[in-house]
């Protein structure tokens, strides 16, 4: 990414952009489901249990300590220096952070001495996707009554270990299809393992609330008025809030909240912790919902389905009225403007009668009166100002408007010139902020109406010159305050080589409700995600076999990769016209989501892993016996690790655990 925006380098943008986001990509797949995992394997258990929770809690506060840090200062570098011609540096962007990965990774590598390594005897996740589709194969074929009979025949083994009395007898598991190609321990692991997966079906419904404080979120806060101290607070940095708020949370709930709680036998498991989380969730989009229907009060009101805007100004010195098949007589007063919704369909046509009132004496009309159509479609603004060329009256159009605010939440601006004689050349309209930046619109000399596209600015105080070739200092001079959200059209027309009128129109109001009443519900979702992430990467690391954490934890990354696909499906429906309904559908699926999990909850089993498993060794001890898995119970039916889900007590090798509270 780096090389992509270096110019000198002479390579292609977009194809390295494309190969740095796939490198991203893998090499986040290869170490998300793996560092978790590495760090858990540091401590030994049960004895260092409790260290193990402050590890994952630790774990998670870095995480979210280098995310505050890089949206702060990455930003600031990106703007602060200037490289290769452009105002800002997005070489140094992208390449800070890479040159601090490599001496991150420098720093790793350097503690290698001090690690505790486990290196694995096999590839387990291939055992594992063997396993369960051998398992499923034969499963399937013993469902078959034509069939089952064959199926017990070529697996002389497993005849032999589900028999009673030589009468062939129906495994207690699918898995236990596969006991005679696979070991009885591998199998054991994975029947835990698909419990603890069964368990992650309702989570990626959190991550896609969750991930929407990028999206969602951050549009919302385009809609509002971010003035600080007189300082403007832009709509993307108030993503830096979640980071700023789990940093403080952590340790406050793990010094204080968990603990209190804890004396009252409440919140003592993660899965009880991931529910409370969950329903924190939905109350930060219930707060969302709300605040979304505050602020669509303020929202442009835009042409809805079979409709049309016509949005009239009148730059003349006096007033003219019109008539309209969809109203009687108007008067639009001079310099002003009004805007009408009418009836649309794909193209209707309006026929209008315009006329000059005898105040307009004094610009000497030859034809004080016009008749013109208007063509308009359903969904469209239509801007049509009123002027003259020469000594007739006129009604210009415009290209379809657009009231909408920005996505970016900037103010938004326009320039239409109205040119009546050839006598101006070389005319520019250059606007100037109070930092000294500056954006210019050169004006055509041969168009009678000339206009500008919308150009995003920043938000503060900007000066306006109007300039030509005869005068090259501008006499036309003003200022105008731009404020975010809003959008403005500069209209200015000429007559006889003199600008005779000019002026700023708010085409859409700024943003009023100020940009901290998002701070509640960051504030939820910052608790959320405290109770959920946290407590859900705990839970799938002490809960798997260690054969298998890897397995869990990049189970879990997948959950949260589905919670993303989850809100582009939902977006992409677009279910709603009003955005709050949309955050109110997401609080009241979440909300019901976690009353699922609770039930799944109820049934699922905790088991207490002690030491290593069969399926990987400490580097010291490789070559020595395995340690056992699951401690030993007098439980009849083996482990259960999911209500229903037996685990064989023929096991070669490991023990089982008693059934913990939930």
Not at 114 to 142: A, D, G, Q, T, W
Not at 344 to 361: D, F, H, M, R, S
């Amino acid at each position: 990414m780096c090389f992509a925006a270096t110019p000198p380098i002479s390579i292609w943008p977009i194809q390295m952009t494309y190969i740095g986001l796939v490198l991203i990509a893998w090499g986040t797949g290869g170490i998300k489901p793996c560092v978790a995992a590495f760090g858990g394997d540091q401590f030994h258990l049960p004895q260092q249990q409790q260290k193990l929770q402050q590890f994952f809690s630790l774990f998670y506060f870095t995480i979210n300590f280098g995310g505050f840090v890089g949206m702060i200062l990455i930003p600031i570098l990106r703007e602060a220096f200037t490289c290769f011609g452009d105002d800002t540096c997005y070489a140094l962007g992208f390449g800070f952070p890479a040159a601090l990965m490599v001496t991150a990774l420098f720093l790793f590598l350097l503690g290698k001495p001090l690690y505790r390594l486990k290196y694995p005897k096999e590839n387990i996740m291939l055992k594992f996707i063997s396993c369960i589709y051998v398992s499923h194969i034969r499963y399937n074929y013993s469902m078959q009554p034509h069939l089952k009979l064959y199926v017990l025949q070529s697996q002389y083994a497993v005849k032999k270990k589900m028999s009673v009395n030589g009468t062939p007898k129906v495994a207690n598991h699918w898995l236990d299809y596969a006991e005679d190609k696979f070991p009885s321990k591998l199998i054991m692991d994975i029947k835990i393992v698909l419990a603890i997966l069964f368990l992650y079906i309702p989570l990626p419904l959190f991550w896609s609330l969750f991930d929407q404080q990028g999206s969602r979120w951050t549009f919302q806060a385009s809609r509002m008025n971010g003035t600080i101290l007189g300082t403007q607070l832009l709509p993307d940095q108030m993503q830096v809030i979640n980071p700023a708020i789990v940093l403080l949370l952590i340790p406050l709930f793990d010094k204080l909240i968990y603990p209190w709680f804890g004396n009252l036998q409440m919140l003592s498991s993660p899965l009880k912790r991931m529910i409370v989380g969950g329903v924190f969730a939905g109350l930060a989009f219930i707060m969302s919902g709300l605040l979304e229907l505050k602020l669509e009060e303020t929202y442009p009101v835009l042409p809805d389905k079979g409709q049309s805007t016509l949005n009239f100004i009148n730059t003349l010195q006096c007033d003219v009225e019109f008539l309209a098949p969809f109203d009687s007589t108007i008067t639009l007063n001079s310099g002003l403007r009004q805007v009408f919704n009418v009836s649309a369909k794909n193209l209707t046509k309006y026929e209008l009668y315009l006329v000059a009132i005898p105040q307009c004496w004094e610009l000497h009309l030859k034809n004080p009166t016009l008749s013109i159509s208007i063509n308009t479609s359903e969904y469209q603004v239509n801007t049509l100002i009123v002027g003259s060329i020469g000594k007739d009256l006129h009604l210009f159009k415009t290209d379809p408007d657009e009231f909408k605010k920005s996505l970016s939440g900037r103010p938004k601006l326009r320039v239409i010139f109205i040119r009546d004689s050839e006598i101006l050349k070389n005319v520019t309209v250059t606007l100037e902020s109070s930092s000294g930046l500056q954006d210019k619109y050169f004006v055509p000399d041969d168009n009678s109406l000339c206009e500008s596209t919308y150009m995003e600015l920043e938000p503060g105080l900007f000066h306006y010159v109007i300039r030509n070739r005869d005068d090259p200092d501008g006499t036309y001079k003003s200022s105008i305050l731009l404020e975010l959200g809003a959008v403005y059209l500069l209209m200015l027309r000429e007559h006889n080589g003199l600008i005779v009128f000019h002026k700023i129109f708010t085409m859409t109001p700024a943003n009023k409700i100020h940009i901290l009443w998002l701070v509640p519900q960051y504030l939820l979702i910052s608790i959320a995600e405290v109770m959920f992430a946290i407590s859900g990467l705990e839970f799938s690391f002490t809960q798997a076999p260690n054969s298998m954490k890897t397995v869990t934890i990049a189970a879990w990354y997948v959950s949260v990769a589905l919670g993303n696909l989850m809100v582009i499906i939902v977006t992409q429906a677009r279910l709603f016209r009003s955005q709050a309904y949309e955050f109110f559908l997401f609080a009241a699926l979440i909300l019901i989501n976690m009353v699922f999990f609770a039930v799944m909850v109820k049934r699922y089993s905790f088991v207490v892993l002690e030491a290593d498993s069969s399926a990987v060794a400490e580097s010291a001890i490789e070559n020595q016996e395995n340690y056992p898995l699951i401690k030993h119970s007098s439980l009849n039916g083996g482990v259960y690790a999911l209500s229903g889900v037996s685990i064989s007590p023929r096991m070669k090798s490991g023990h089982f655990s008693k059934r913990m509270p939930r």
